[in-house]
């Protein structure tokens, strides 16, 4: 039965998009995709910066650790990058506990879908994976061209 949906943001870059100063994400259409799946959205609020030990890789990992009721991940841009880090870091049972994987807006020579695959992990979660929507819609256009299908 579907919980809630941790959505992780891209990285703040405030000459390019002035108006995500926590982090680039199309907030409003990420989480109706969420709702849409039957999951309770939650935007965890800190900037996309991405690695193994980054803050939102770790912030990402104790909300997982601390919530049962997160059953899927959605991450944008930086915030892609980060959940394959999450799914490393996590434990056998907690990436068992994952229903649903949604990476949106990374390019597949730095992340392909098949390091995100469930059967690498031993899981059985769904793989959502986008790269950038095509034009004229752009990179920050991912959570959108996502939620309706484009």
Do not use: C
């Not at 926590?22 to 935007?43: F, K, M, W």
């Amino acid at each position: 039965m579907p919980g809630t949906m941790l959505i992780l943001r891209g990285i703040t870059n405030l000459k390019v998009w002035p108006q995500y100063p926590n982090g680039a994400l199309d907030e409003p259409s990420a989480l109706q995709y969420a709702s849409n799946r039957g999951y309770t959205g939650r935007v965890l609020n800190v900037s996309g910066e991405t690695g193994d030990k980054s803050k939102q890789t770790n912030m990402g990992l104790q909300e997982i650790q601390n919530d049962s009721s997160i059953t899927a991940l959605y991450g944008f841009s930086g915030g892609g990058y980060n959940v394959y880090h999450i799914l490393n870091r996590l434990t056998h049972e907690l990436r068992g506990r994952l229903e649903l994987v949604v990476v949106i807006g990374v390019e597949a020579s730095k992340l392909s879908a098949d390091a995100l695959n469930p059967k690498r992990y031993s899981a059985n979660w769904e793989l959502v994976y986008r790269n950038d929507p095509l034009p004229p819609m752009t990179h920050i256009d991912g959570p959108r061209a996502l939620l309706t299908g484009r």
